[in-house]
């Protein structure tokens, strides 16, 4: 009850959740879309997030078993593909019980399917390391291990997939270069291939290949830094708000929260909303860090406390407790926050605790 009777919640628009699948969809309409819901749906919930793209997604994408599990529970039948594969040999009987679709990154992954024997039939994919070196074989490693795991009963078709470093930015030559990487480590092998993310399904057609792996966009953030583009038509999927709880005016001089970082240049009005840290908004979001206050937008105004946050008031003198506060999402870019904390809308999303309950809608209301 608690958490029912503060102002705190996080919005979930399902309508926002199915338009950016069908902006990504139309984007790469030569490919097929593998939504990457891993993470608890980004913060948005899982189930809920595989449940409203279940009668449209093609295939879902997670980390692991425990993800996967889920989804399979909610009553998906489209493949799920685990990014991060098997993490035990153990796993293995269930993979092919389940038709999931584990990432082989690994030679202690190949050998683990070579000594499990015989199984249900099983689709898997080949991560190929096209420069990013995080996980995936090495180019020249690629057609041996895809010899080595063909020769292996119960295996069926195996796919081809990569990750893309810098997508992010338009104008890196990094993207390219992996591409080729990519294409010549596959050449010649039969299977379906995939490497575009987010911002290689809105921004590198050569990459859309088979399959696209969207994640971040899905929930309606931009995957690009370079902000002086037109953005995506993309709409928040999250609206995390709250709402005054208190407003007064300051003297000029006046000292704003712990260790006075910030003081009142003037005599102003300053309000007081009921979230913080501990609902997960950024700790170390400076002031002047941008949010709403019935739609006007003003600034972060000290350091965030752990329930509580301190609001500029003089863009919207009018406004009394229980005005609404927006942090990000409706009208407020997650990413334009998430700048300004010198952090990223993946993590903004992935920190909203349980004490910010999700109200799920069909739209958010428009600002």
Not at 305 to 332: E, F, H, K, N, Y
Request: with cysteine; aromatic share 6%; glycine share 10%.
């Amino acid at each position: 009850m608690r958490g029912e009777a503060r102002p705190t919640r996080a919005r979930i628009s399902l309508d926002a959740l199915r338009h950016n699948y069908r902006v990504l969809r139309a984007s790469a309409s030569d490919a097929r879309v593998m939504a990457v819901i891993k993470g608890d749906g980004y913060g948005h919930g899982l189930e809920r997030v595989a449940r409203t793209l279940m009668p449209e997604a093609e295939c879902f994408a997670v980390s692991g078993v425990d993800e996967a599990r889920p989804i399979r529970a909610a009553g998906a039948t489209q493949p799920v593909v685990l990014l991060g594969g098997f993490f035990s040999a153990d796993e293995i009987p269930l993979h092919a019980r389940e038709a999931f679709q584990p990432v082989i990154h690994s030679h202690w992954q190949v050998e683990a399917l070579a000594a499990a024997g015989h199984h249900e039939p099983l689709d898997i994919w080949i991560k190929v390391d096209s420069g990013m070196h995080r996980l995936g074989f090495l180019p020249d490693e690629v057609a041996g291990v895809h010899r080595r795991l063909s020769a292996l009963p119960g295996i069926r078709e195996i796919g081809f997939l990569t990750h893309l470093a810098e997508a992010d930015d338009r104008d890196s030559p990094r993207t390219p270069e992996q591409l080729r990487t990519f294409e010549q480590a596959c050449a010649g092998l039969p299977g379906p291939r995939s490497a575009a993310n987010s911002a290689g399904t809105l921004g590198w057609p050569a990459a859309h290949c088979d399959w696209v792996r969207p994640g971040i966009s899905l929930y309606g953030a931009t995957p690009f830094v370079d902000q002086g583009r037109a953005r995506p038509d993309l709409r928040p999927v999250m609206t995390l708000e709250s709402g005054l709880i208190s407003v007064k005016q300051l003297p000029a001089g006046a000292p704003i929260g712990y260790g006075s970082t910030w003081r009142c240049p003037e005599a102003m009005p300053v309000g007081v909303a009921a979230i913080g840290y501990g609902d997960g908004y950024p700790r170390h979001a400076p002031s002047g860090t941008p949010l709403l206050v019935d739609g006007v937008e003003t600034q972060l105004l000290g350091r965030v406390s752990m329930d509580l946050i301190t609001v500029d008031l003089r863009p919207c003198p009018q406004a009394r407790p229980g005005a609404r506060v927006v942090l990000w999402g409706d009208g407020l870019p997650a990413e334009t926050v998430a700048d300004r904390a010198g952090t990223i809308a993946y993590e903004l999303f992935c920190q909203v605790t349980p004490r910010a309950p999700r109200q799920v809608v069909e739209s958010q209301p428009r600002t």
